[in-house]
């Protein structure tokens, strides 16, 4: 079944938290209380409906691979986020030299070809870090982007 939707979350924190993302991430298992500061949309195949320009990240998980639009969504993710802002992509890893349709179609990604895509569509790559093991032992990826800050703030 091809992917339709889209979540985004907004979540307004301040300079200090963001600068922590990507090894502070323990506010995302917070109980659903401390986690007002999200807000959910739905969105398109092709477009996942989020505000220019104000967002602090955004997280796809086991999604990424189901987009057939994927250039169209990245460029969206990056038109959503703040500058400075983070792309996190966890996805069940495959081994790269296949075409794409066939990653689609077993459901996993090569995390290089993830990367490709992310940085052709203005995002710096930041890191690996480790893999998010799931209950049956499979190893998912969890790769950071970053939108560019604007000039001159560090």
């Known amino acids: 079944m091809p992917w339709k939707h889209a979540w985004g979350a907004q979540l307004q924190m301040s300079e200090q938290e963001r600068d922590g993302l990507p ?3 323990h506010y995302a298992s917070a109980p659903r209380e401390q986690c007002s500061r999200w807000m959910c949309k ?3 195949e092709n477009d996942p409906h989020l505000p220019d320009g104000q967002l602090d990240a955004v997280l796809v998980v086991n999604t990424y ?3 057939q639009s994927y ?3 990245l460029r969206s993710f990056h038109q959503a986020l703040k500058p400075g802002g983070r792309l996190v992509i966890i996805e069940p890893e495959a081994k790269p030299g296949r075409p794409r349709a066939e990653y689609q179609k077993e459901h996993v990604i090569p995390p290089e070809l993830v990367k490709e895509d992310a940085t052709r569509n203005g995002f710096r790559f930041v890191g690996q870090h480790a893999d ?3 209950p049956d032992q499979h190893h998912w ?3 950071v982007f970053e939108k ?3 000039k001159g703030v560090h």
């Open 65 to 67: 691979h189901e987009m």
């Open 148 to 150: 560019a800050r604007r």
């Open 23 to 25: 090894t502070n991430w």
């Open 42 to 44: 739905l969105g398109a």
């Open 132 to 134: 998010v093991v799931t």
């Open 71 to 73: 250039d169209a969504m």
């Open 141 to 143: 990826p969890f790769l």
